[in-house]
């Protein structure tokens, strides 16, 4: 079975620094993975994915992550970090099959300071 | 653009009451997803539907059911509501996989926040 897990639960940066937000996954094949962001009350909303094609992923925002399949790892980074940017960021999993379901990693809080 | 509704925002109900969480999506999608979504647990799926009438279960189904009438309208029962069934609730759908995962997403809705009291 798929999974993810999201070393950080919580990250705390400055604006303007960069954003590291780390994700491993596990996975017998090779795998779709996806980062979805989270803004406070709203719903969420796909960042990015990777499926296969090229391994470093450019989404919304000004973010893009990097599949290394040596690492088993999918982090999302983006260089300098925006206050709007405050948000809770899922790393996500695709599983094949009938109905195509996802497995959300808990979850890491980005908190971006003056 | 792909618009997935939810009936509430909020919901406050009594500890053995039958609760009806409802979703509406607009896409054609062939399948629906009910999750709810807890702090420092992510999103955990409960069930999920396929097809008109066809349901799965999620990884969390006990507590509740699901139905799925019409295409575009997928409903979680919680047959008699309990404390800790106090979470956001939230709703996606999306278009069949069919092994094109290039065009694969899930749209969401905006989530229902249940309180049982």
């Known amino acids: 079975a798929q999974s993810v897990t999201q070393l950080d639960s919580h990250v705390s940066v400055s604006e303007g620094t960069p954003v590291l937000l780390r994700c491993n996954y596990s996975?017998?094949?090779?795998?779709?993975l996806f980062w979805y962001v989270q803004h406070p009350n709203k719903g969420l909303q796909l960042l990015l994915k990777?499926?296969?094609?090229?391994?470093l992923v450019k989404g919304i925002n000004g973010f893009e992550a990097e599949f290394k399949k040596s690492e088993t790892s999918f982090h999302l980074t983006k260089p300098s970090a925006h206050m709007s940017d405050a948000a809770e960021y899922f790393c996500?999993?695709?599983?094949?099959?009938?109905?195509?379901?996802?497995?959300f990693g808990t979850g890491t809080r980005l908190q971006v300071t003056l | 653009d792909v618009k997935v509704t939810q009936s509430s925002r909020y919901l406050v109900k009594r500890t053995g009451e039958k609760v009806f969480l409802e979703c509406v999506q607009d896409?054609?999608?062939?399948?629906m997803f009910w999750y709810r979504q807890d702090p420092g647990l992510g999103l955990r799926l409960i069930y999920f539907?396929?097809?008109?009438?066809?349901?799965e279960k999620g990884d969390i189904p006990e507590g509740y059911s699901v139905s799925r009438e019409k295409k575009e309208r997928f409903s979680l029962i919680l047959e008699s509501a309990s404390t800790n069934q106090t979470s956001m609730y939230l709703c996606?759908?999306?278009?069949?996989?069919?092994?094109?995962?290039?065009?694969?997403?899930?749209?969401f809705g905006p989530g229902t926040r249940l309180t049982v009291t």
């Open positions: 996606a759908s999306s278009s069949f996989w069919g092994g094109l995962s290039t065009t694969y997403e899930q749209y």
């Open positions: 896409m054609d999608h062939e399948n």
């Open positions: 539907s396929y097809d008109v009438k066809m349901k």
């Open positions: 990777y499926t296969s094609a090229a391994t």
């Open positions: 996975s017998s094949y090779s795998p779709s």
């Open positions: 996500v999993v695709l599983s094949t099959g009938a109905a195509s379901k996802l497995t």
